[in-house]
């Protein structure tokens, strides 16, 4: 069975500060792993995926994530937050040898808050 | 190039009827995922669809079913309605099932069972 964790419910950035959302992912396999965000009533939207090769990924808006395999994380950062950030995000694994049949796994999700 | 799409947009029912969800996918997208959203938790897995059949599925009682149609789109069915089906249901589409495409999400179709 796979499983996401995301330890904080909320982030708190000033704008203009570095921010980081943490994830950590448990998979059998190899891990396949995505960055998705959410607005109010809204559906998810894709920002990033590690799947093979460097470890850092850079996505959309700015974001990048950092995979670190000996930790099991897959944390999300982005130097210079904006208060267009604020949204709640999930971290999604699935298992590279399962053929893509199981589906995404998401963690709970973080509330990022971003002050002016 | 057309986003997923869903119907409705929300949807009250009562304990033990039933629902019809129903999904566009992007298109070129011939796989369709099905998510349940609970209020204050990430998406589960339902149940994925390719070539109009089931492709693997979550931990959903059998209740919970669903179809393709030869277009791709697809849709999902729930019978004998709970209390704890009220959820935000996410559809996701992706080129393939097996390679490591990102799924594209839909809106959602809010439902509310009373």
């Known amino acids: 069975a796979q499983s996401v964790a995301q330890p904080e419910d909320q982030v708190n950035v000033a704008e203009g500060n570095p921010l980081t959302v943490k994830c950590t992912y448990s998979v059998s396999g190899n891990p396949y792993l995505f960055w998705y965000v959410q607005y109010p009533n809204r559906g998810l939207q894709f920002l990033l995926k590690y799947i093979t090769g460097d470890n850092l990924v850079k996505g959309s808006y700015g974001f990048e994530a950092e995979f670190n395999k000996s930790q099991t994380s897959f944390h999300l950062k982005k130097p210079s937050a904006l208060v267009s950030d604020s949204a709640l995000y999930f971290c999604?694994?699935?298992?590279?040898?399962?053929?893509?049949?199981?589906?995404?796994?998401f963690g709970k999700g973080t509330h990022l808050i971003i002050q002016p | 190039e057309t986003g997923v799409t869903q119907s409705p947009t929300h949807l009250i029912k009562t304990r033990g009827q039933q629902v019809t969800l129903r999904c566009s996918s992007q298109?070129?997208?011939?796989?369709v995922s099905w998510y349940q959203q609970a209020l204050g938790q990430g998406p589960q897995f339902i149940f994925q669809y390719y070539r109009e059949e089931e492709n693997g599925r979550g931990n959903f009682p059998p209740r919970f079913s669903g179809l393709q149609f030869p277009n791709y789109s697809s849709e999902l069915n729930v019978n004998a309605l709970e209390l704890d089906d009220s959820a935000l249901y996410l559809c996701?589409?992706?080129?393939?099932?097996?390679?490591?495409?990102?799924?594209?999400f839909g809106p959602g179709t809010r439902l509310t069972v009373t």
């Open positions: 298109s070129g997208h011939n796989t």
């Open positions: 996701a589409s992706s080129p393939s099932p097996g390679e490591p495409y990102e799924q594209y």
């Open positions: 999604a694994v699935r298992d590279g040898s399962g053929g893509g049949a199981d589906g995404l796994t």
